[in-house]
């Protein structure tokens, strides 16, 4: 029952899209491409359709969903009050990966914001998503597509995976660019914070701005001291089947440590996958191994990691051991999303 619609992100076919855009407007649910990683979108101002999101993804009611819009007059119906800084970074971000928090205006419904009285919007920049926003013409609710608690989708495999036979339709519109989800900031605040990590970097947004602070619950990755201001970040989250083992240190000690470990966990006979990375990977001697990207660019770390940590699933591997990245730059999202798959599972060597 689910319309699979293939579009080339390069060259839309409006009427295919047109579809899509109608399923929308009457309420249905759509999967499709954006920048960072593949959303499930519904009419954000209709709570029947937002339930169905949440039923399709097994999502707990009370994790807010971001509000996605096409045109920036858009906004102002959706929110009660425009912060100087906001408009800064919508100015320099938008249309991009950078979610903001704002006081929600009476029109955004409460299962839209988990309860909230804030409402999360952003602006996409991938065409697809763009030209679909813009020709269902009301804004679109639009969480990750993915199972809930599963990593994100960022290619077209495992959006059908997850979400066939559970939405409306899926538009099969390539992989994605990014790979990790938007930056979240709450800019209510006076001091603006990241409640999430994303792929707009926090050295990036203090060069619009100034200071910004990363909600602690965050920063240490949330080792459990904090609550998160981001409900979302208290679920179990982007967690493959296998365990998953991150180990920390300095590179050669991390690829000796990775090697020990893999060694004793396979003499009790588990499987184990090594998450390693270009620089690395010739280096190891047994195992599953997939190189997650480039540490000279951790750009194709981002754009690889929930690719490769559902690869890991698909070779049946029991425990993933994974090296980690310098928590500078796109790295605190990198990391952010890999200390969740691990569920702060970290051995330091
Ligand atoms: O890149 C992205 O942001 C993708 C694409 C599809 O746009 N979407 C995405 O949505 O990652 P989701 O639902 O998987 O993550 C939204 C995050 C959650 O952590 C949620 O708790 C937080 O944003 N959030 C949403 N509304 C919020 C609010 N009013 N206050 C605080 N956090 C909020
Ligand atoms: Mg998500």
């Not at 407007?25 to 029947?48: H, M, R, W």
């Not at 020990?260 to 390693?276: C, D, F, H, P, Q």
Request: proline fraction near 5%.
């Amino acid at each position: 029952k689910t319309s699979i619609i293939y579009i080339d992100k390069e060259n839309i076919d409006i009427d295919r899209l047109e579809k899509s855009a109608k399923i929308l407007k009457n309420g249905g649910t759509v999967a499709f491409p954006t920048e960072t990683v593949y959303g499930l979108g519904a009419n954000a101002l209709d709570e029947d359709a937002v339930k169905k999101i949440f039923q399709a993804k097994g999502r707990p009611s009370d994790n807010p969903l971001i509000v996605h819009i096409a045109r920036y007059e858009d906004i102002h119906r959706l929110i009660k009050e425009l912060p100087e800084k906001a408009e800064k970074l919508i100015n320099a971000f938008w249309p991009g990966p950078l979610t903001l928090i704002f006081k929600k205006s009476s029109l955004v419904p409460k299962s839209v914001t988990g309860g909230l009285d804030t409402v999360a919007v952003r602006m996409p920049s991938h065409p697809i998503a763009k030209a679909l926003i813009e020709l269902s013409s009301v804004p679109i609710a639009a969480p990750s597509a993915n199972i809930s608690g599963k990593p994100s989708t960022t290619k077209e495999t495992h959006v059908l995976k997850d979400l066939k036979g559970r939405v409306d339709a899926i538009i099969c519109g390539g992989d994605v660019d990014v790979g990790v989800e938007s930056t979240v900031v709450d800019i209510t605040v006076d001091t603006p914070m990241i409640l999430r990590p994303g792929g707009v970097t926090k050295e990036e947004l203090e060069k619009v701005i100034g200071e910004v602070e990363v909600d602690p619950a965050v920063k240490n990755s949330g080792a459990g001291e904090f609550i998160p201001k981001s409900p979302g970040m208290k679920y179990t989250h982007y967690s493959p089947n296998a365990d998953v083992i991150l180990i920390s240190g300095e590179l050669d000690n991390m690829v000796r440590g990775i090697e020990e470990l893999r060694l004793a966990k396979e003499s009790e006979g588990y499987r184990v996958g090594i998450m390693a990375t270009d620089e690395t990977k010739d280096k190891y001697k047994g195992g599953a191994i997939i190189s997650v990207g480039k540490r000279g660019s951790l750009e194709t770390v981002a754009a690889n990691l929930f690719k490769v940590l559902r690869e890991f699933d698909e070779k049946g591997v029991d425990i993933i051991l994974a090296e980690t990245f310098e928590e500078r730059n796109i790295g605190q999202a990198i990391m952010n999303r890999l200390m969740k798959a691990a569920g702060h599972n970290v051995v330091r060597v």
